[in-house]
């Protein structure tokens, strides 16, 4: 059964930091891709960052240099580290996995839209001056 359970949302400060988890059955944590979405209510989701099983990583301009993404392979436990945090990083958080890689412009590379395999019920993240 595959199974995604966030946890570590909150209510921050401008420029505090939070550090989500995403607790992950042994299968989803397989995946060939990982990821965080976010959403803010009206608004289509948004991809903030992504990790492949090899440890790439790779992340929104909106983020970089802010958020970081990582695997805990004996935990099987997705993270996503978000320092300085800004008002408009409010949002809904979800982890999700992909089973496999697309193959782009001959690059294997994780799904491009957001019509990912498995998703969590997403944690809150609200940011406040």
């Known amino acids: 059964q595959v199974q995604l359970v966030e946890s570590g949302g909150g209510s921050v400060q401008t420029g505090g930091s939070l550090r989500l988890s995403c607790a992950a059955s042994?299968?989803?944590?397989?995946?060939?891709?990982m990821a965080w979405f976010r959403q803010v209510p009206g608004k289509e989701r948004e991809r903030v960052a992504t990790i492949k099983n090899d440890g790439t990583t790779n992340y929104a301009d909106s983020v970089k240099g802010r958020f970081t993404i990582s695997k805990d392979n004996v935990a099987t436990t997705l993270y996503l580290q978000m320092n300085n945090l800004k008002i408009e990083d409010t949002a809904m958080y979800y982890c999700a996995a992909e089973a496999h890689m697309w193959l782009i412009n001959n690059v294997y590379t994780c799904r491009p839209n957001v019509e990912w395999d498995y998703w969590g019920q997403g944690t809150q993240v609200t940011v406040s001056s």
């Open positions: 042994r299968s989803a944590y397989s995946s060939a891709c």
